[in-house]
């Protein structure tokens, strides 16, 4: 999908009300540069457009037979991570983890877990083997005279697979930028620790019409110091929808992940587009999962409080059920 969709999408919308606009913000303004192309199509030129490439789509469907999963752009398997971020303790923790292990979970579903750094060798030694464990952080080299800080090589000795880095806590909070975070992902690329890579907007930069200039910044940095994107989930997270309850519709985040692809086959390899997942974050939960999941560019979630109930998180990765519909 073409960046450019979102102006189509948004001339179809219709008009926006004040309620909406405050309740959760409008994807109005992602790229400020479309204003020409918005002007220059007709309504009934757009509709007639997607009800075009609708018929085809259903038509070559039913050439081809029904598909188990037609809902994804990219090849790769659905994905949903649980950062815990700086909670539980060794209680709630050991109650988490035997709600996961008794869970029932759909199988082709990867699923990663995030314990704080003093709660990993717990949980890796606790938890079913089905779900793999991933750190919230990582050095950008070996270890050494780096107070506080956990190298690469301690979280292989764990027995981590992954590793979240570029959230916006860890941007916005602690003040870490583009560069510095480029290096920790390439180095945990290196030692065979996959990276969860985290791009995201701030409230003022989207309303600014800069969605698209900042994710794309971001990825940018990544791109520039990642040795190769084997082994690297990326996760949208707008940041105005982390842990304030207000999540991006379904549309507005398929718009920002098609984008996303887009960028990737016109920067990267059209092969690493395909191939490489992109989740969803921001205040996902039981109830909203299902309908995040059933967007084609949506290949997973990245979760956070939600991911400390054991049902809930179970409910999430059982989402992925949403994209097996019959062609």
């Given at each position: 999908?073409?960046?450019?969709?979102t102006?189509?999408?948004?001339?179809?919308?219709?008009?926006?009300?004040?309620?909406?606009?405050?309740?959760c913000?409008?994807?109005?303004?992602?790229?400020?540069?479309?204003?020409?192309?918005?002007n220059?199509?007709?309504?009934?030129?757009?509709?007639?457009?997607?009800?075009?490439?609708?018929s085809?789509?259903?038509?070559?469907?039913?050439?081809?037979?029904?598909?188990?999963?037609?809902?994804m752009?990219g090849?790769?398997?659905?994905f949903?991570g649980?950062?815990?971020?700086?909670?539980?303790?060794k209680?709630?923790?050991?109650?988490?983890?035997?709600?996961?292990?008794?869970?029932?979970?759909?199988?082709?579903?990867?699923v990663?877990?995030?314990?704080?750094?003093?709660?990993?060798d717990?949980?890796?030694?606790?938890?079913?083997?089905?779900?793999?464990?991933?750190?919230?952080?990582?050095?950008?080299?070996?270890?050494?005279?780096?107070?506080?800080?956990?190298?690469?090589?301690?979280?292989?000795?764990?027995?981590?697979?992954?590793?979240?880095?570029?959230?916006?806590?860890?941007?916005?909070?602690?003040?870490?930028?583009?560069?510095?975070i480029?290096k920790?992902?390439?180095?945990?690329?290196?030692q065979?620790?996959?990276?969860?890579?985290?791009?995201?907007?701030?409230l003022?930069?989207?309303?600014a019409?800069?969605?698209?200039?900042?994710?794309?910044?971001?990825?940018?940095?990544?791109?520039?110091?990642?040795p190769?994107?084997?082994?690297?989930?990326?996760?949208y997270?707008?940041v105005?929808?982390?842990?304030?309850?207000?999540?991006?519709s379904?549309?507005?985040?398929?718009?920002?992940?098609?984008?996303?692809?887009?960028?990737?086959?016109?920067?990267?390899?059209?092969?690493?587009?395909?191939?490489?997942?992109?989740?969803?974050?921001?205040?996902?939960?039981?109830?909203?999962?299902s309908?995040?999941?059933?967007?084609?560019d949506?290949?997973?979630f990245?979760?956070?409080?939600?991911?400390?109930?054991g049902?809930?998180?179970?409910?999430?990765i059982?989402?992925v059920?949403s994209?097996k519909?019959?062609?």
């Amino acid at each position: 999908m073409a960046v450019a969709s979102t102006s189509l999408a948004s001339q179809m919308s219709g008009p926006k009300s004040a309620t909406s606009s405050i309740s959760c913000p409008q994807f109005s303004g992602l790229r400020k540069s479309f204003s020409k192309f918005e002007n220059s199509v007709s309504f009934s030129t757009s509709l007639a457009f997607f009800h075009n490439v609708d018929s085809q789509l259903r038509l070559s469907s039913a050439q081809r037979g029904c598909r188990a999963v037609v809902a994804m752009a990219g090849s790769g398997k659905f994905f949903v991570g649980g950062n815990w971020k700086c909670n539980g303790t060794k209680d709630s923790i050991s109650k988490l983890v035997s709600d996961l292990n008794s869970a029932q979970l759909e199988s082709d579903v990867d699923v990663v877990v995030a314990p704080p750094f003093l709660y990993i060798d717990q949980v890796k030694n606790s938890l079913t083997d089905r779900i793999e464990v991933s750190a919230q952080n990582c050095w950008t080299g070996k270890g050494g005279a780096f107070t506080g800080e956990i190298s690469v090589e301690q979280l292989k000795d764990l027995g981590c697979k992954w590793v979240i880095l570029g959230h916006s806590e860890r941007r916005h909070v602690i003040g870490e930028n583009d560069e510095f975070i480029g290096k920790k992902a390439a180095y945990a690329l290196s030692q065979g620790v996959g990276v969860i890579a985290c791009i995201g907007e701030l409230l003022q930069e989207r309303e600014a019409g800069k969605t698209f200039d900042v994710c794309f910044q971001q990825l940018k940095a990544f791109a520039d110091a990642l040795p190769s994107w084997d082994n690297v989930v990326i996760a949208y997270e707008p940041v105005w929808a982390i842990g304030t309850g207000k999540v991006a519709s379904p549309e507005q985040a398929q718009e920002v992940h098609a984008a996303v692809r887009d960028w990737l086959t016109k920067n990267v390899s059209a092969e690493v587009a395909s191939k490489t997942r992109i989740i969803y974050g921001g205040s996902v939960n039981g109830s909203n999962s299902s309908d995040l999941a059933k967007k084609e560019d949506i290949d997973g979630f990245l979760v956070g409080g939600a991911s400390l109930k054991g049902p809930e998180f179970a409910t999430i990765i059982n989402s992925v059920t949403s994209k097996k519909v019959a062609a």
